[in-house]
């Protein structure tokens, strides 16, 4: 069974940085490519980042318009776990962030970025 654990959310002022950890288990983690996404209050789940696994075909990492060079997408498969590095964070940024495999819909329970001064 997929369980996926994400942590590292909270209240951050515009501008500031968090890291987001999603910790993987019940799958063989390093043969998944790998999403984030978000949810903010009352609008629909928002596809953020993608990394790729390593020796899978494709681009390595990939991001929504809206994230790009601000926030980084990295994995360490010895840990099983997912990061999402965000910086230059913005207001428009709050949401509830969820970690996903590819091709799967977010089974985690998520965890919340509150961008506000």
């Known amino acids: 069974e997929v369980q996926l654990v994400e942590s590292g959310g909270g209240l951050v002022q515009p501008g500031g940085s968090l890291r987001l950890s999603c910790a993987a288990s019940g799958f063989t983690f390093s043969k998944h490519v790998m999403n984030w996404l978000r949810q903010a209050p009352g609008k629909r789940l928002e596809w953020v980042s993608r990394i790729n696994c390593n020796g899978c075909s494709g681009d390595g990492v990939q991001y929504a318009d809206s994230v790009k060079g601000r926030f980084t997408i990295s994995r360490d498969d010895v840990e099983n776990t997912l990061y999402l590095q965000m910086n230059s964070l913005k207001p428009e940024d709050t949401a509830v962030y969820y970690c996903?495999?590819?091709?799967?819909?977010?089974g985690g329970q998520g965890t919340q970025v509150t961008v506000s001064s």
């Open positions: 996903a495999v590819y091709g799967l819909p977010p």
